[in-house]
């Protein structure tokens, strides 16, 4: 097969929590001279440091991982860094639509050879270099806002935030408080505010539900942080258990105390 005119290798990075499922895909990528594989993740927030530090051409990205999801991967890496993006799913069709719309093809485990030879030709088609990855990250972007989406997106098991040059995954009970400020999200965890590459309206609906509540429309409280509540000068106000002060607005007010009850 001569998947491209081009002289240089197509360098791949397959990501997959599946052990097996990662050497198996390993095996039949290196049948292909034309393809180099550079590295393998175990899972999302590990496939995003990859990409930063070992820039494929192309990811294979396991739709569902315990950590990330492969669309939640392609959506925190930098616009000018995104790779060429096959999904790789055991699940069928309804979850196929849901996130082919965000990359150039997907396989369907277990992977045949000869369909595996078809995406190979179609990612030597598709163009490269810093225009064509920003464009991709738009096309997620554009994923994420499909209707119906969000709803198919599994919830949160930890939260990841950018913390230097990585993705850093908090676990939700080191999360007091996730606002809002200067049109960006951030978490603040162990005295520490990172950044978050959700809204607060994705967060509503991606995190597991009773955990944490609305006070305002700019910010979410972790229930499980609260040390006590009370009202003052007519204002609900929670005091959370590492010292910080939060009103909730007045619309909010009643369902908060309906939750801490």
Known sequence: M???????KMRVLIADDEPRARQFLEKLLSEHPEVDVVGAARGGAEAIEKIATLKPDVAFLDIHMPDLSGLEVARHVKADAMPIVVFVTAYDQYAVEAFEVAAVDYLLKPIRRERLAETLERVAGEPRGSRAAAQRAAAVESALDQPGMKERMP???RLPVRHRREIRLLDLEQVPLLFS????VLARAEGKEYLVDYTLQELEQRLPEGQFVRVHRGALVNMSAIESYGAEDGVLVLRLKDGTRVEASERRAAEVRRKLR
């Open 181 to 184: 400020r200067d049109r960006l």
């Open 2 to 8: 001569n998947i491209a005119t081009r002289s240089e």
């Open 155 to 157: 919830l949160l098991k």
